[in-house]
């Protein structure tokens, strides 16, 4: 059975294919278009997991789609009439574009790939993330929190996942209504504290290490807590029906004060240890603090719920799932047996879900579930020959423009170190990493989801303010207030972190904030955020060895297998993709060293 | 005739730029916007070009190229970045798609961006002559420095490319009709979405009133469920 998942038409568009349960390919279009949170028909992520499988079009059984266009519709049109006659423009921008497309999404597929419309099924929004958590987790059975801002016509939904006769039964016992959304209230707080709804709320999570939770009361006061987990919002405080006038409104301006200037962050510092918070900025950083606690709060609520009544299996998704502070404290809680989450929670991981439940709709089914884990590196993979040979053909000089205020001012040439034994260049990465050298390392297939986990990483020794701070301000071009993570071989996993967590999955894809064993503080303290603690990737040999391999051999010198690691990009860009996108950061950033595949390029 | 759509361009531009941007900082902001995305298509196209190309030579001239493009889509990026709430005034990402397929020789991809670089450096010529905007000015004469050199170079590689002098020139001139008829269609497209606007707020304003009550009672109760 072959099919094809597709999500598309919000942000984070993305395509997987599944064949016989195997999740076979999968990524998102915006590592093709360049264009961060792409929301726009997959193309190329399709036209790629084609190529990647070496099947065409008309091999599909089955084109799932990640959520119901109808029920969606009708929400977003009985919101815009919530406000009438105040909402003309909300009406107006949403009609266009679902008039003119989002409703016909099925159409679209139907065209695009030459496939019958009755070969098109759409599944729920939450529904598809359910799927990808609950099949990719290889649980005999679980509890399932779906949490966003808002899906269809839900912004939670809990979910008991078990399975009949080799297929899974995936069943709502809880379902919380928009408007009631705490995915929503915290992307308001996020506009609130000046940045993006919808795309920054990893900052919101990052500041608020930096404040205490002194409004979380006032907070709180506005959601009615029921005892089964669901809850209801004062929606006197926000604008959830016309969100593109901001989430919040003046009352909850005139309850909590003025939102954030631009760049009132820019004084937050956690690479700095002697960093003190100014009064103005402490109101929005216990803001932050708040929102987090209470998201907190939440889930964990919903955990326990799960606990109590169905399951000691917990799977973990929806948006979020990105909050790996709160999947910190998820996997602290007492009785948890097993917790996953998906390499990609968001709704680019639901086209995985959409992928692997259309093959049990189209007749697969499957006794032994563990089969059906799949791993990260399903990206596209390409080889590095021909753009490591045009780069030298590039005159330095012609590179200046970009470097004129960096340590490479005077760059003379590229020099290029090909390696036929991965040893030999692991060898002497580990050493270049050891030399306080910044290394782009770019390797086989990418990595599905947001965390770069080895394959299209930048690296550096994990003890230096000095350098992690060259490293945002000249390569990543990122705040300081934004701690970096941890990648640590499983050798030496637990001599940085509690035994407690070593056990969960989440650990292997970045996905859950612990905090740091004292002892280790001082050797990783680049990676450590202000409240000690961090987001550590535990890479085993099976997962990764190449990368297992560098951290092994970066731990003989260093004394501890662990590395700083973060994805490969610049502000505003998604993940790279091809090694030329490698090169272009490489040559124009402060970037000292690019390894590709087994290609070492260092700049002289 | 060529001097006739100048002056035409021209005569629009300074309308734009002395009564619309004037007037309507979000119009400004949108329409700088609009230049970092035209540049930020052309790095993609480029991208592609590169994956096309096998000498190294040509392949070196177009990331040098790719470079200097998205150092523009940069430089318009950072005059929005300054205002408070920029993102509010970024267009929207339009759909990718290549211009031209993998069967098409990567010449004439190259004729497009070369079109396109000769278009786009006339254009913003007519902008600097108009704005009083020190940054924007800045900002431009930077970028037709590039621009006009970057049309030399695209013009030597199409010819190392092997392509005859009487292929480019046809298919200059086939380009030129093309952008044209989509600057007709995208002109039209704008006419026919004021007529959508008017045509949704008859439909709001008179049949929302009856909508509204139940699309109110709908989110009542589930506000409170």
Redesign the interface.
């Known amino acids: 059975m072959k099919t094809l998942g597709i999500s598309y038409g919000y942000h984070d568009a993305a395509a997987a294919l599944a064949i016989d349960g195997k999740l076979v390919a999968c990524s998102q279009e915006d590592r093709?278009?360049?264009?961060k949170h792409?929301?726009?028909?997959p193309?190329?992520a399709v036209e790629y997991c084609l190529e990647q499988s070496n099947i065409s079009l008309s091999d599909l059984d089955l084109v799932v789609y990640h959520e119901n266009p109808v029920e969606k519709f009708t929400r977003v049109?009985?919101?815009s009439?919530?406000s009438?006659?105040y909402s003309?423009s909300e009406?107006?921008n949403s009609?266009?574009s679902w008039l003119t497309q989002k409703l016909w999404v099925n159409n679209r597929l139907s065209k695009e790939f030459k496939v019958s419309p009755f070969k098109i099924k759409n599944l729920d929004h939450h529904f598809s993330h359910a799927a990808n958590a609950f099949i990719g987790s290889g649980f005999d059975e679980a509890g399932i929190i779906i949490v966003d801002a808002v899906g269809d016509?839900f912004s939670t939904v809990i979910y008991k996942g078990t399975w009949q006769e080799g297929k899974p039964k995936i069943e709502a016992v809880r379902k919380i209504?928009?408007?009631?959304s705490l995915g929503l209230f915290y992307s308001a707080v996020t506009e609130y504290l000046g940045f993006?709804p919808n795309d920054q709320e990893c900052n919101t999570m990052a500041l608020a290490a930096f404040g205490e939770p002194k409004f979380y009361d006032e907070l709180e006061k506005l959601v009615t807590w029921n005892e089964d987990c669901s809850y209801?919002?004062d929606?006197s405080f926000f604008n959830f029906?016309k969100f593109y006038d901001g989430g919040i409104n003046e009352k909850f301006i005139e309850k909590f004060g003025s939102a954030a200037?631009?760049n009132i962050f820019n004084n937050c510092d956690c690479f700095d240890p002697n960093f003190k918070l100014e009064e103005t900025t402490k109101h929005y950083t216990d803001m932050a603090a708040s929102i987090q606690r209470l998201y907190e709060k939440y889930i964990t609520t919903c955990a326990r719920f799960i606990l109590k009544e169905h399951s000691t299996n917990i799977c973990f998704a929806g948006g979020g799932a990105l909050n790996c502070v709160a999947n910190g404290k998820l996997a602290q809680l007492e009785g948890i047996t097993n917790l996953y989450i998906p390499a990609d929670p968001g709704d680019g991981g639901s086209a995985v879900g959409a992928a692997l439940y259309g093959n049990f709709m189209a007749g697969f089914s499957e006794k032994d579930v563990s089969r059906l884990k799949y791993p990260v590196y399903l990206g596209k993979g390409y080889d590095e020959k021909?753009?490591v040979?045009?780069?030298?053909?590039?005159n330095p000089k012609?590179?200046k423009?970009?470097l004129k205020n960096s340590k490479y001012a005077n760059l003379n040439f590229f020099k290029v170190l090909e390696f036929t034994d991965s040893k030999q260049m692991i060898d002497k990465v580990s050493e270049l990493l050891m030399d306080k050298n910044i290394v782009g390392w770019y390797q086989g297939r990418s990595e599905i989801g947001p965390r770069a986990l080895g394959n299209r990483s930048i690296l550096i020794r994990p003890d230096d303010y000095q350098l992690a701070k060259r490293l945002s301000t000249k390569v990543k071009k990122r705040a300081a207030f934004r701690p970096y993570a941890v990648s640590v071989s499983s050798n030496d996993a637990d001599k940085l972190i509690d035994e407690h967590f070593i056990k969960y999955d989440g650990l292997k894809k970045m996905q859950i904030a612990t905090p740091v064993k004292d002892e280790c503080l001082e050797k990783v303290k680049a990676c450590v955020h202000v409240d000690k603690s961090t987001r550590p990737q535990i890479c085993d040999e099976k997962e990764n060895p190449l990368y297992h391999e560098l951290l092994n051999k970066f731990g003989e010198r260093f004394g501890l297998s662990a590395l700083l690691n973060t994805s490969f990009n610049e502000k505003?860009f998604p993940l790279i993709d091809?090694p030329?996108?490698a090169?272009?950061m490489f040559?124009?950033t402060e970037m000292d060293v690019l390894v590709l595949n087994n290609t070492v390029i260092l700049k002289e | 005739m060529t001097s006739l759509f100048n002056l035409i361009r021209y005569l629009k531009v300074k309308l734009v730029v002395n009564t619309l941007w004037r007037w309507s900082p979000k119009s400004y902001l949108r329409s700088i916007s609009l230049f970092s995305a035209t540049e930020?298509d052309t790095?993609?196209q480029l991208?592609h070009a590169?994956?096309m190309i096998?000498n190294?030579?040509h392949?070196?001239e177009i990331?040098?190229q790719?470079?200097e493009e998205?150092?523009h889509a940069k430089q318009f990026?950072d005059l929005i970045n300054i205002t408070?709430?920029a993102?509010n005034y970024k267009v929207p990402?339009?759909?990718?798609?290549f211009l031209y397929s993998k069967e098409d020789p990567v010449w004439k991809l190259l004729a497009y961006c070369y079109i396109g670089e000769k278009d786009a450096a006339d254009k913003f010529k007519d902008i600097m002559a108009c704005s009083h905007n020190p940054d924007l000015k800045r900002t431009l004469a930077k970028i037709i420095h590039d621009e006009t050199s970057h049309v030399g170079q695209a013009n030597s590689i199409l010819y190392e490319l092997g392509a005859k002098p009487s292929e480019i020139k046809i298919e200059l001139w086939r380009i030129r009709l093309i952008r044209k008829y989509e600057s007709l269609v995208r002109n039209t497209k704008r006419i026919f979405?004021v007529i959508?606007?008017a045509l949704?707020?008859i439909i709001?304003?008179t049949m929302?009133?009856l909508?509204?009550f139940?699309?109110?009672s709908?989110?009542l109760d589930?506000?409170?469920?």
């Open positions: 093709f278009t360049r264009q792409d929301a726009n028909f193309r190329y049109l009985t919101s009439f919530y009438y006659p003309f009406f107006k009609m266009k016509w209504k928009f408007p009631n993006n209801t919002l929606q029906m200037k631009k021909l753009d040979a045009s780069l030298q053909e590039i012609e590179l423009r970009y505003g091809s030329l996108l090169l272009i040559v124009r | 930020s790095v993609w991208i590169f994956y096998e190294p030579k392949r070196a990331f040098t790719i470079l998205d150092f990026e408070e709430h993102d990402f339009e759909e990718k798609k979405e959508v606007d949704l707020a709001y304003f929302g009133l909508v509204s139940k699309a109110k709908i989110i589930r506000k409170n469920s």
